[in-house]
């Protein structure tokens, strides 16, 4: 299959807003990229809040300091990870309106989006929820 084939690529549909949860879709986008897989990560619901310029929306945000302290990857370090890579980002539109968070709080890179985008873009993709 050739590389720009969509079977190959991942989409990761993150659910909602716990720091762990949206830590572990960068670790998921960041490594797939790495592999050459290209990656849609769609933020629905409290899960915006990893698309926003300040993540710290999230709960638990403050457990980035401990996850950096034990050696691994924080937060800001996987994100711009996934934009250097060339990462996709979508942020749901009703997960905007459901947080009260504007549309120009999020990254640049980011798209505002509804499912049914979504949904074509992740068409022929590995689909992961968390």
Same mark, same amino acid.
């Given at each position: $299959?050739? !590389?720009? %084939?969509?079977?190959?690529?991942? =989409?990761?549909?993150?659910?909602?807003?716990?720091?762990?949860? !949206?830590?572990?879709? /960068?670790?998921?986008?960041?490594?797939? +990229?790495?592999? %050459?897989?290209?990656?849609? +990560? *769609?933020?629905?619901?409290?899960?915006?809040?990893?698309? =926003?310029r300040d993540w710290h929306g999230l709960r638990d945000?403050?457990?980035? %300091?401990?996850? @950096? !302290?034990?050696?691994?990857?924080? *937060?800001?370090?996987?994100?711009? =990870?996934?934009?250097? /890579?060339?990462?996709?980002? $979508?942020?749901?539109?009703?997960?905007?309106? +459901?947080?009260?968070?504007?549309?120009?709080?999020? /990254?640049? @890179?980011?798209?505002?989006?509804?499912?049914?985008? *979504? +949904?074509?873009?992740?068409?022929?993709? @590995?689909?992961?929820?968390?």
């Amino acid at each position: $299959m050739p !590389a720009d %084939d969509p079977r190959q690529g991942l =989409a990761i549909l993150l659910l909602e807003g716990s720091y762990e949860r !949206a830590h572990y879709a /960068l670790v998921l986008a960041a490594g797939a +990229l790495a592999v %050459d897989r290209p990656v849609l +990560l *769609f933020a629905a619901g409290h899960g915006v809040h990893a698309l =926003a310029r300040d993540w710290h929306g999230l709960r638990d945000a403050g457990t980035d %300091d401990t996850v @950096q !302290a034990s050696g691994v990857a924080g *937060f800001d370090v996987l994100r711009d =990870a996934v934009l250097a /890579l060339d990462g996709t980002l $979508m942020a749901c539109e009703s997960g905007l309106r +459901l947080t009260g968070l504007p549309a120009d709080a999020l /990254l640049p @890179q980011a798209v505002v989006a509804g499912v049914p985008a *979504f +949904l074509d873009a992740a068409r022929g993709r @590995q689909v992961i929820s968390l």
